[in-house]
């Protein structure tokens, strides 16, 4: 299916992404902050914040680092940071959605026209590319939560739309409404899930040739790379071959 090579596409980056620990778990406490701010500091009274510790642990963030994070959204100083959305076009046409959590709208606004201006992309309008995605609810584990029957089974009965498994894991979609019932649902039957989150799921995916794949891979690596940017969005798609040429 063709959110399969997208699903994979990402997370083969994201491996070399994540390398940059230090700046991947400030994100990680922004969003948690944000979600104790926004709601009790106490996770079983906040489901928001419930998810972006679950989250921080998947990427074995330490304990510590999410106890101050949570601290901090009580203290008189703490930034307010505002959820923006920019949506743009990228090298061979390809769509991006990309989401930051800012204190300043002004400088991620120009940060995010400059990355990419300089790739050769266009920053549109909001609303100018989210219509080819669809906002849904992920929920990720690992494959020792079952075999793809067992997981396939258990997605339908919780009300889950779709199930990608392979041999690093299960990844399943649900509507975005019903994100945190699927979630509960499916963790009395497999446990407590690796990730669950809302994202931005490309309907029909670009298929981008090798010297267009490097520079969008630079583009998003680029966004990513700035500490406002949470998530990056896009429905390029590339061949398992070029992928690998341009990750070694």
């Keep these: ?66 106890d101050r994070a949570i601290k901090k959204a009580s203290g008189a100083d703490t930034e307010n940071y505002d959820a923006i959305r920019y949506e743009g076009y990228g090298p061979g046409g390809t769509a991006i959605i990309v989401e930051a959590l800012t204190d300043n709208r002004n400088r991620t606004a120009s940060n995010v026209r400059s990355i990419f201006t300089k790739a050769g992309g266009a920053l549109g309008e909001t609303g100018s590319v989210s219509f080819s995605f669809d906002h849904v609810g992920e929920i990720t584990y690992k494959p020792t939560a079952g075999d793809a029957d067992k997981v396939m089974e258990a997605a339908i009965e919780a009300g889950a739309d779709d199930v990608e498994s392979d041999e690093e894991g299960h990844v399943i979609i649900c509507a975005f409404e019903s994100l945190g019932e699927v979630a509960k649902a499916l963790e009395a039957t497999l446990g407590e899930a690796e990730t669950v989150k809302a994202i931005w799921r490309a309907q029909n995916n670009v298929p981008v040739d090798e010297e267009k794949a490097q520079s969008l891979l630079k583009l998003i690596d680029n966004l990513e790379d700035d500490d406002d940017v949470q998530n990056v969005y896009s429905n390029f798609e590339v061949s398992e071959e070029v992928l690998a040429k341009l990750s070694a």
């Design 1 to 66: 299916m063709a959110g399969h090579s997208q699903f994979k596409n990402i997370m083969h980056r994201k491996g070399r992404q994540d390398s940059v620990r230090s700046k991947m778990f400030s994100k990680l406490a922004r969003e948690i902050t944000v979600a104790a701010k926004s709601g009790l500091p106490d996770p079983t009274m906040n489901a928001s914040l419930r998810l972006a510790i679950q989250n921080a642990k998947a990427q074995s963030m330490p304990k510590d680092n999410i």
